[in-house]
């Protein structure tokens, strides 16, 4: 984990060891400086009064004095500089850890993704890097200065007392092992509390996207119960591991200030009763005086800080092994799709093959999504693919690029078994409007580019044009430079399906696959959209999934699936009335006439076309 971990701090190395070498100066400084204020005090008391400059090599209050504040003066500009190098360092290397992860998330599979979950990830990129962030500073600052301070103190103590300073020595075991006690009853703690995190901002993510549903619904105060049972279980696990940790505070407080008390009462008691002291303490007896204690016991102030300011970084450190232990297993995780080691870079044309394919989204899975899919489909065909829900239709398209692997059988596109391509290489030939659109925020143009970031102002017109996308851009005041807001949000959900196809077109692929792409527009503007894929890209394959009989009627063939297998294939003529699947969705969907099909037609423009903001944007 360590290991893992080091990787990110790459370009801030030196900043990670400039802060604790200015951190060693600045504790030096600190334990000389009592040193030298013991040795002026005994000055004063040698001399029985001030001597503002001394003579004959001794020194005076003046010459100490400004040695004091030379190195208090060093000492500061010492622990400033190591606070800017801390600073950048930690912050650097929050930044990389970042950075590494965004960048392994982007190379994960969908099956990857649904491993760790989005809102794990989220957790992951966000609040765990902070906690590591924050344990990374105190270590190369904190954790460098703690245990530096508390030898050099030691050091200095036994300098001072003798063996008097044995005392210090004495409250270190029993201060371990209630740290060590601790840190094995919190652990289990945070493991669990960063989980209930993932499911705490998995309801924040869900009900955000859902915003529309919940209050159409009137469902806030179910939604804000649910928010609050999921808050309340971080705060519960939370609060006990809290709860333990605030025992660390009194147990250093009772060892800081009894060790305080008993060198205060034996210091004391060794220099004005030094005959009556056990052999023990002679030695110390014999060495004390008046500035020896009270430095001593500056030293162990420093000492028992020291040991204070160290269990605060084993309380952030407890806290944050579990966040780094999340953040390693993402940056551990390889895909479950790789390059082969020699990839074919050139699709040869939009040829599929289905060859005795069977698939299921994890190996644990108890049954296949998709069972002995046989289907040849030839370069430049328009294939409709119908079925009710939940018969796999998505599934079997998300094999043509490769965004899942088959479990049994081969995908071959071009010729070719897609796990031979280089995957860029394939999926830049292979375009899908998925049944979600997605938009950034952005302008048009900056959306519709995503298919190709060199395309000009006239092929995005022209794009645009074939996904009947233009006619309402032509009424924006902005036109093609209308700011999109994140999601798509000020556009309808008919508008937003025709950017999306419009931003796949401009890929000019062997193959277009369309995801029920089309729900939201009426069925003239689909029959539009069919019409231009038809006389534009000819040599394009066509894959469209839907749920009306209209938008596949015209296609070469039409795929009839059913529970994970391909029921039937034929053309529109050949399916009705032989198949008794695609028979009822054609009579169902055209029952009444053509009067209802035209009201139907109808609702559909205004329900569609209403959905998700209105069409003036």
């Not at 392994?104 to 993704?113: D, L």
């Not at 029920?516 to 006389?535: C, E, G, M, Y």
């Amino acid at each position: 984990m360590l290991k893992t971990l080091m990787k990110c701090i790459r370009e801030y190395k030196l900043s990670s060891i400039l802060s604790p070498i200015f951190v060693s100066g600045e504790v030096i400084l600190e334990c000389f400086i009592p040193f030298i204020i013991a040795k002026l005090v005994d000055s004063i008391e040698a001399k029985g009064g001030i001597v503002l400059w001394g003579e004959n090599g001794a020194l005076g209050i003046g010459q100490y004095a400004l040695i004091l504040v030379a190195m208090a003066v060093l000492s500061l500009l010492c622990g400033a500089l190591a606070g800017v190098f801390c600073a950048k360092a930690s912050s650097g290397f929050a930044r990389n850890l970042r950075k590494d992860l965004y960048y392994k998330v982007q190379e994960f599979s969908f099956e990857n993704i649904d491993k760790f979950s989005t809102s794990s990830l989220v957790t992951r990129m966000t609040t765990d890097v902070n906690n590591v962030q924050m344990s990374y500073m105190m270590i190369i600052r904190t954790a460098i200065r703690s245990p530096m301070m508390m030898i050099f103190s030691l050091v200095m103590a036994f300098v001072m007392g003798g063996n008097l300073a044995w005392i210090f020595v004495a409250v270190v075991p029993p201060l371990a092992a209630a740290l060590f006690l601790i840190m094995w009853k919190t652990m289990p703690l945070f493991h669990r509390v960063f989980k209930k995190y993932d499911n705490l901002n998995e309801s924040i993510e869900e009900n955000v996207k859902g915003i529309r549903v919940v209050k159409s619904y009137v469902r806030e105060e179910y939604e804000k119960e649910k928010f609050d049972r999921a808050a309340t279980d971080v705060q519960v696990d939370f609060t006990k591991a809290e709860r333990i940790l605030a025992w660390n505070n009194p147990a250093m407080q009772l060892c800081f200030y009894g060790v305080l008390s008993t060198v205060l009462f034996l210091g004391s008691y060794l220099i004005l009763k030094s005959s009556n002291v056990d052999l023990i303490l002679a030695e110390s007896a014999s060495a004390l005086t008046v500035g020896k204690v009270s430095q001593l016991i500056v030293y162990g102030m420093q000492i028992l800080s020291s040991l204070m300011m160290f269990s605060m970084i084993f309380a952030m450190v407890t806290m944050s092994i579990e966040s780094a232990r999340r953040i390693c297993e993402v940056l551990a995780e390889e895909s479950t799709l790789r390059d082969p080691e020699d990839p074919v870079f050139e699709v040869a044309d939009g040829s599929i093959d289905f060859e005795d394919v069977s698939f299921k989204y994890s190996a644990t899975a108890e049954r296949n999504v998709l069972e002995d899919v046989d289907l040849h489909i030839a370069s430049g065909e328009t294939i409709g693919i119908i079925g009710g829900t939940g018969s796999s239709k998505t599934s079997l398209v998300n094999l043509i690029s490769r965004l899942y692997d088959v479990t049994e059988g081969s995908v071959k596109v071009g010729g070719r078994d897609v796990r031979e391509y280089d995957l860029t290489a394939l999926r830049n030939q292979v375009a899908v409007v998925l049944q979600k659109n997605v938009l950034f925020s952005g302008t048009i143009k900056e959306n519709l580019r995503w298919g190709n970031p060199d395309a000009t102002d006239e092929e995005i017109e022209e794009a645009c044009r074939l996904a009947q996308a233009d006619e309402f851009i032509q009424t924006f005041p902005k036109k093609y430079d209308t700011y999109i807001e994140q999601g798509g949000t000020n556009v309808s959900g008919g508008q937003k399906q025709r950017l999306c196809i419009a931003r796949a077109l401009l890929k000019k692929p062997k193959i277009l696959i369309l995801d029920d792409s089309t729900s939201a527009v009426d069925t003239h503007t689909d029959a539009l959209i069919r019409k231009a894929f038809r006389d534009y890209i000819p040599a394009t394959t066509k894959i469209i999934i839907a749920q009306r009989t209209s938008s596949v009627e015209d296609a070469d063939r039409i795929v009839i699936m059913d529970n994970g297998r391909i029921e039937a294939v034929g053309t529109h003529e050949e399916l009705l009335g032989t198949d008794p699947i695609y028979t009822e969705v054609y009579t169902t969907q055209n029952k009444g006439g053509k009067a209802i099909s035209s009201l139907s037609e109808m609702g559909d423009t205004e329900s569609q076309d209403g959905e998700g903001g209105e069409d003036n944007g």
